[in-house]
């Protein structure tokens, strides 16, 4: 054996007289040097009745910088920070956390409000293996998930990906080690693990939720974001919410923006409301690997009572057909009021259930329209609650006449009528009815698919819009039309938000407008979304 290869062989040394003997047989061409010290990261392996050390010399010619060493890359395993299971320390932890106190100790942030979240640094002791983890998320199949809540890039769960070496090797660390030492500081029953790979790139986001969800106990996130650091414009914040007095989200309190080998966790309850703030670097990624602890028995949680807002789309407020003093000629272009054109879009409706149309509105009608909407003269209130809703209507009860009256005119007689025309739906005067909302939408508002009863309210949606005159400035904020749980991808109908069109859509499915991205160009337009009735 040459003296290279001796040097960095793997030794295996055993209490049996005949072992040592071929030990120091094969050691021959070693140096003359006392080599009495192992490597920190030697294990002692007991099998009874032998007892073996497995590890490398540390000699002078054996480099444990593991760049220089590749060899030394082979052995890196995550371990916990040793100060973190020190038995005081973790002692002093359970008695806050069972307290609901803050606890501020050894990198550790315990915070105790809007509810219980531990922000640990530093977590693993030798976190060079977070950079070959990072290596390898380069080979992983990343899966797009595009919905109403969330827009990122997700892996398989861990327990699939055991074809990467280092990832797996995080993914034991987590349902072993971490597991029970969490199960310790907290005192909670844990008793299995699912964990994926996330990757947020610029403009993804996930909205605010509580994770609330079968045996679900515990929610973590450890971070691998880039050793350089990660500052505050690039977005991507850890946002927690408080709530009001009745128990839903109400505002973010607190931001944990991430930070490599940083270890963060909370327990799942009713108060566990949060979001990932949106991605707004274009040269930085934001990358964990996250997942739930999970219990034997699934807790049970209460919902509070949502109560939508009462003039709205959502609420319990129609609209019933109105007369209408004036010709829809004077709003309306003249082409779709001809008999034959009217023809035409009830045969293309009645194929494909949906149909645009571009510029419905005179061009004097939607000026001035616009010009109203974008004045000071009209006031607005913010719908939610967030886990739901986040964008403005406008207060119906004192509008400025001539938007007052526009309003009536989708509300009249005559549009019902046109509407009838174009659809080939029948719009009695006795039965059918109407709700809208005039909406308001800037960066950062949204509209999840929350649990209306979507299936059992078939209606004729009319949406139109203000304020965007090209809508490739806007990122995010169309409105989709899906099967429930259905990926974004295979939407149904997918509405663009450019002014002065007029989309009707017969909706037999539900509906939601995606998360207004902050890096638009576009800062704010307008949306009329009418529901008809039958």
């Excluded at 194929?351 to 004045?375: P, Y």
């Excluded at 526009?406 to 719009?427: A, D, V, Y």
Aim: hydrophobic share 30%; glycine share 4%.
């Amino acid at each position: 054996m040459d003296k290279e290869n001796a040097n960095k062989r793997k030794l295996t040394i055993s209490t049996s007289e005949e072992e040592e003997e071929d030990v120091e047989e094969e050691s021959e061409s070693e140096p003359e040097v006392d080599c009495d010290k192992w490597d920190d990261d030697c294990k002692i392996v007991t099998t009874e009745p032998k007892h073996s050390v497995q590890g490398y010399h540390l000699m002078p010619t054996c480099s444990r910088n593991p760049d220089e060493n590749p060899h030394k890359k082979i052995k890196l395993a995550p371990e916990i920070r040793k100060s973190l299971l020190d038995v005081s320390y973790k002692s002093e932890f359970a008695k806050s956390w069972l307290k609901g106190s803050e606890f501020l100790r050894n990198g550790t942030d315990l915070m105790a409000s809007p509810f219980k979240v531990c922000v640990v640094d530093n977590f693993l002791d030798n976190s060079n293996i977070l950079g070959d983890v990072r290596q390898e998320f380069n080979d992983v199949d990343w899966n797009l998930r595009s919905m109403d809540l969330y827009e990122f890039s997700q892996s398989k769960d861990l327990k699939y990906l055991d074809e990467h070496e280092y990832i797996t090797s995080v993914y034991k660390f987590l349902e072993n080690d971490v597991m029970k030492w969490v199960a310790e500081v907290t005192g909670l029953k844990l008793t299995h693990i699912s964990a994926t790979c996330s990757l947020y790139n610029n403009t993804d986001y996930l909205l605010v939720h509580d994770d609330q969800r079968g045996d679900r106990m515990v929610a973590f996130i450890l971070y691998l974001t880039n050793p350089e650091g990660w500052d505050e414009n690039k977005g991507g914040a850890l946002q927690l919410l408080n709530k009001n007095e009745d128990g839903h989200p109400l505002k973010v309190v607190r931001n944990i923006y991430p930070t490599n080998n940083q270890f963060v966790f909370f327990q799942v309850t009713n108060d566990s409301y949060h979001q990932v703030a949106e991605v707004t670097s274009f040269g930085d990624t934001r990358l964990s690997i996250n997942g739930w602890f999970h219990t034997e028995s699934p807790p049970v949680y209460e919902s509070p009572q949502f109560q939508p807002y009462p003039e709205g789309l959502y609420g319990d407020k129609i609209y019933k057909q109105i007369n209408f003093d004036s010709e829809l000629s004077s709003w309306i272009c003249d082409e779709y009021l001809e008999s034959d054109i009217t023809e035409d879009i009830q045969e293309y409706f009645e194929q494909h259930s949906e149909i645009s149309l571009k510029n419905f509105l005179k061009q004097e009608s939607f000026n001035e329209i616009s010009l109203i909407l974008t004045s000071d003269s009209l006031s607005w209130v913010k719908v939610g609650p967030p886990n739901r809703y986040c964008y403005e209507v406008a207060k119906t009860n004192d509008l400025p006449s001539v938007l007052q009256r526009f309003l009536q005119l989708f509300q009249s007689k005559q549009m019902f009528t046109l509407l009838q025309s174009f659809t080939g739906l029948e719009f009695t005067e006795e039965t059918s009815s109407v709700k809208f909302e005039l909406q308001k939408w800037t960066p950062g508002c949204y509209a999840l698919l929350g649990d209306y009863d979507w299936y059992d309210k078939k209606q004729l949606d009319l949406v139109l819009y203000f304020g965007c005159k090209n809508n490739t400035d806007v990122i995010g904020a169309r409105t989709l039309y899906v099967t429930v749980d259905e990926e974004i991808q295979d939407a149904l109908i997918t509405l663009e938000p450019e002014e002065n069109n007029l989309n009707l859509i017969y909706r037999d499915t539900a509906r939601f407008t995606k998360y207004f991205s902050k890096l638009s160009r576009c800062g704010c337009f307008y949306t009329l979304i009418c529901s008809y009735s039958e």
